[in-house]
């Protein structure tokens, strides 16, 4: 399975909270919700794209749970039955399985040394479709970290948030990506995917 992290990301490389004001508030951020002006048609697209290609997802603890509160009640929405029914899987350290009551929700076996890094690398040898990051920043920077990302597909967006988390590694370690696709929305978000180079 490829690892595709796919972020709605502002100009100096936040993803923070870019759904709703109360989605993360970490660090004392108060701009939760800044992405939500920006999606139109071409970002509704992208993520279909991104959902149809994907086998199953993976979450970080608190991406799953505001997923969790939100998915399973949605009706009439074009993504809910995608992502309702596809299998995701969960690293935490904190829930256990009996806390994962949103249907096809596994949790990742975790150890002390890497927590859940052991299991995501045993699941991406395996054949499949992709494996798709949406959030959870903390995750996708230890993915990255470990050299385990495939494709970052990311929806750049024209607004600078000043501060805040990101998914980006921070080991230190130069990765070269090739870029494989540009595509604009009608709000100014360029759309862009990476893939690693050969």
């Known amino acids: 399975m490829r690892i595709v992290v796919t972020q709605f990301t502002s100009l100096d490389g936040v993803t923070q909270a870019p759904g709703g004001p109360d989605e993360d508030t970490d660090g004392g951020f108060a701009h939760g919700g800044w992405s939500v002006p920006y ?52 690293a935490s350290r904190t829930l256990t399985g009996a806390d994962l009551t949103w249907e096809n929700s596994r949790l990742l076996p975790s ?9 995501v690398r045993d699941l991406r040898e395996r054949d499949g479709g992709d494996l798709l990051v949406q959030g959870s920043a903390s995750l996708a920077t230890q993915l990255a970290d470990a050299d385990l990302v495939d494709e970052y597909r990311l929806m750049i967006e024209p607004i600078l948030l000043g501060g805040g988390k990101g998914v980006f590694p921070t080991s230190g370690n130069a990765r070269t990506l090739e870029l494989v696709s540009v595509e604009q929305a009608t709000t100014g978000v360029v759309i862009c995917s990476y893939r690693r180079a050969r």
């Open 39 to 90: 999606f139109d048609e071409t970002l509704g697209a992208t993520w279909d794209r991104s959902l149809r290609d994907a086998e199953a997802m993976l979450f970080g603890r608190r991406t799953w749970e505001v997923s969790a509160a939100v998915w399973p009640h949605q009706t009439d929405d074009p993504f809910a039955d995608r992502i309702n029914g596809m299998t995701k899987y969960v």
């Open 111 to 119: 150890d002390a040394a890497d927590g859940a890094i052991g299991a």
